[in-house]
């Protein structure tokens, strides 16, 4: 059974830095597009970021030029680095995988991220 496994999620203040890491037991992972997405409380679900197999990557206004996600298929694992977060970056983040940004099926369980101001 294919399953995602998000971890790095944490407490941390404004401005400080957080990487998550999510792992992912799939002999098709080199093939799939991945994403970090977010979610609080009484809001939809937002995309935060995606990589396509061939490393194009999508990123939401709000966190353009703070967030970098990356890849590394040969441990099947996809990665968000956070940097100068801020409190409204605090949401519930999940990954995701899929065959394009528009079509993301599998996801993981999702690891807490709360910055503090």
């Known amino acids: 059974q294919v399953q995602l496994v998000e971890s790095g999620g944490g407490l941390v203040q404004a401005g400080g830095s957080l990487r998550l890491s999510c792992v992912a037991s799939?002999?098709?992972?080199?093939?799939?597009?991945l994403g970090w997405h977010r979610q609080v409380p009484g809001k939809q679900r937002e995309l935060v970021a995606s990589?396509?197999?061939?490393?194009?990557?999508y990123y939401a206004d709000s966190v353009q030029g703070r967030f970098t996600i990356s890849r590394d298929n040969d441990k099947q694992t996809v990665y968000l680095q956070m940097n100068n977060l801020k409190p409204e970056d605090t949401a519930m983040y999940y990954c995701?995988?899929?065959?394009?940004?528009?079509?993301?099926?599998?996801w993981g369980q999702g690891t807490q991220v709360t910055v503090s101001s």
């Open positions: 799939a002999y098709w992972f080199g093939i799939a597009t």
């Open positions: 990589v396509s197999p061939g490393g194009s990557t």
């Open positions: 995701a995988t899929g065959p394009s940004r528009s079509q993301f099926n599998l």
